[in-house]
Nanobody
């Protein structure tokens, strides 16, 4: 079982940037996904990448603002968020998928972190 831990959340102002980290350990997996859950809404897909750091997919709301990468010196993937708006306020989760399935569906991911909260003030 893959274990994941998110970090880097906090409160920022609209227009600011924030980098979230996801540290992984455990058994092998195919790719890593980032999801977020806005209060009162269902969890939604943000983006995904291979363990090597190649971006596989990105949600429409994230295109041009968010990117996913990996620090190749450690077992960590990053979600870089720029031009944040209050609508980006959410709990952000990273997850590991064991197989190459549809990247934007949470059902394809078997291991999840506990999430890190990002609050964007107006």
């Amino acid at each position: 079982q893959v274990q994941l831990r998110e970090s880097g959340g906090g409160t920022v102002q609209a227009g600011d940037s924030r980098r979230l980290s996801c540290t992984l350990s455990g058994r092998t997996f195919d790719h890593i996904g980032w999801f977020r859950q806005i209060l009162g809404k269902d969890r939604e897909f943000v983006g995904a990448c291979t363990w090597s750091g190649d971006q596989l997919d990105l949600a429409d709301f994230a295109k041009g603002r968010f990117s996913i990468s990996r620090d190749h010196n450690k077992n960590t993937v990053y979600l870089e968020m720029t031009m944040l708006t209050p609508e980006d306020t959410a709990i952000y989760y990273c997850a590991a998928a064991p197989y190459d399935r549809t990247k934007n569906l949470s059902e394809g991911y078997s291991s999840w972190g506990q999430g890190t909260r990002v609050t964007v003030s107006s």
